[in-house]
């Protein structure tokens, strides 16, 4: 760095060798062509070899000109783009980018999201919902490569909590109930009556190896398990619309649905949890490697774990 010459000099020189023209380079910087001369000047006085040939009202390059124009000019559009990757660092280092499976993101996520902005009133969140958080094997093949592959600074996975080059922190358990609309929880009497009754899947749980569904709560319930009428959703979003419609019972996690609970919207048929192996972790580059909002958003989610669920109206049909 020693060697060069200012800087400013250097870019004078560029934008008249370019233009071919001080009064050009002038009008392109926003200076007089006076500051123009000066600098070239200066600049060959430097370097002890002249860069222009001067003639009445034009100028033009020299061989040496000539021959150093097309990497000077390379080496600022280097520069310019380093510059703006600086710029764009600082102008982005409050955007936190969070992926989680759809129904976590919308009834989980978005209702709190309010705390977070209060905690971090410049921050911007941008919200991705995928079922590509869901991990179909104990031993995740996500790791760090497809977390900045995919531009995401925290995601919130459904799985096992196994990933090798990542940090995984749990979240929140997966413990599904019976839960339906109350119009429909009024006509159900006893756990042997559910078969009857259209069941409910958020098919997000099939994409699991091992998946968690009704056959396995009949079955923990030590009850015959015989033929289910199932109705299948794409995914956790579509099954609560249907529950809530009265169309079925849906095998759903309390937490997910609390609001739902809470207003009186669902009830909770049985208070016969099936325990899942399969948690809510929430997944980042971790310490020393995350940008600061990410940690800071990804310390937000799990105070938000621990924080009491406030109470819901016992909904639960007696058994």
């Given at each position: 760095?020693?060697?060069?010459p200012?800087?400013?000099?250097?870019?004078?020189?560029?934008?008249?060798?370019r233009?071919?023209?001080f009064a050009?380079?002038?009008k392109?910087?926003?200076?007089?062509?006076?500051?123009?001369?000066h600098?070239?000047?200066s600049l060959?006085?430097?370097?002890?070899?002249?860069?222009?040939?001067?003639?009445?009202?034009r100028?033009s390059?020299?061989?040496?000109a000539r021959?150093a124009?097309p990497?000077?000019?390379?080496?600022f559009?280097?520069l310019?783009?380093?510059?703006d990757k600086?710029r764009?660092?600082?102008?982005?280092r409050?955007?936190?980018?969070?992926?989680?499976?759809?129904?976590?993101?919308t009834?989980w996520?978005?209702?709190?999201l309010?705390r977070?902005?209060?905690r971090?009133?410049?921050?911007?969140?941008?919200?991705?919902?995928?079922?590509?958080?869901?991990?179909?094997l104990?031993d995740?093949v996500f790791?760090?490569?497809?977390?900045?592959?995919a531009?995401i600074d925290?995601?919130?996975?459904?799985?096992?909590?196994n990933?090798a080059?990542?940090e995984?922190?749990?979240?929140?358990?997966?413990?599904?109930?019976?839960i339906?609309a109350?119009?429909?929880?009024?006509?159900?009497?006893?756990?042997d009556?559910?078969?009857?009754?259209?069941?409910l899947c958020?098919?997000?749980?099939?994409?699991?190896?091992e998946p968690?569904g009704w056959?396995?709560w009949?079955?923990?319930?030590?009850?015959?398990?015989?033929t289910l009428?199932?109705?299948?959703?794409?995914?956790?979003?579509l099954a609560?619309?249907?529950?809530?419609?009265?169309?079925?019972?849906?095998?759903?996690s309390?937490?997910?649905?609390?609001?739902?609970?809470g207003a009186g919207?669902?009830?909770v048929?049985?208070?016969?949890?099936l325990?899942?192996?399969?948690?809510?972790?929430?997944?980042?580059?971790?310490?020393?490697?995350?940008?600061?909002?990410?940690g800071?958003?990804?310390?937000?989610?799990?105070?938000?774990?621990n924080?009491?669920?406030?109470?819901?109206?016992?909904?639960?049909?007696?058994?």
């Open positions: 760095m020693s060697r060069l200012p800087l400013i000099a250097l870019s004078y020189f560029e934008v008249a060798a233009t071919k023209s050009a380079a002038a392109e910087l926003n200076v007089t062509p006076a500051a123009i001369s600098q070239i000047k060959e006085e430097y370097l002890g070899v002249d860069l222009f040939v001067r003639h009445h009202r100028v390059l020299t061989p040496a021959v124009l990497e000077l000019h390379e080496g559009h280097i310019g783009r380093a510059v600086i764009a660092y600082g102008e982005e409050l955007i936190v980018t969070v992926c989680a499976e759809p129904l976590f993101a009834k996520i978005v209702p709190r309010h977070f902005y209060a971090c009133p410049d921050a911007e969140v941008r919200l991705q919902a995928s079922l590509h958080t869901v991990d179909r104990r995740s790791g760090l490569a497809d977390l900045k592959r531009g925290v995601s919130v996975r459904l799985g096992y909590g990933y080059d990542l995984p922190q749990r979240l929140l358990s997966l413990d599904l109930v019976p339906c109350p119009e429909l929880a009024a006509t159900v009497d006893g756990v009556s559910l078969r009857g009754l259209p069941l958020d098919s997000t749980l099939t994409r699991i190896n968690y056959k396995e009949f079955k923990q319930q030590g009850c015959e398990i015989g009428r199932e109705l299948r959703f794409g995914n956790g979003l609560l619309e249907a529950a809530m419609a009265g169309q079925g019972v849906l095998l759903g309390r937490d997910l649905h609390q609001a739902e609970l919207k669902l009830s048929l049985f208070d016969r949890p325990n899942c192996d399969q948690a809510y972790y929430v997944v980042s580059a971790g310490t020393g490697l995350e940008r600061p909002i990410a800071q958003f990804r310390e937000w989610l799990l105070d938000e774990a924080m009491p669920s406030p109470g819901l109206a016992s909904h639960a049909a007696q058994v």
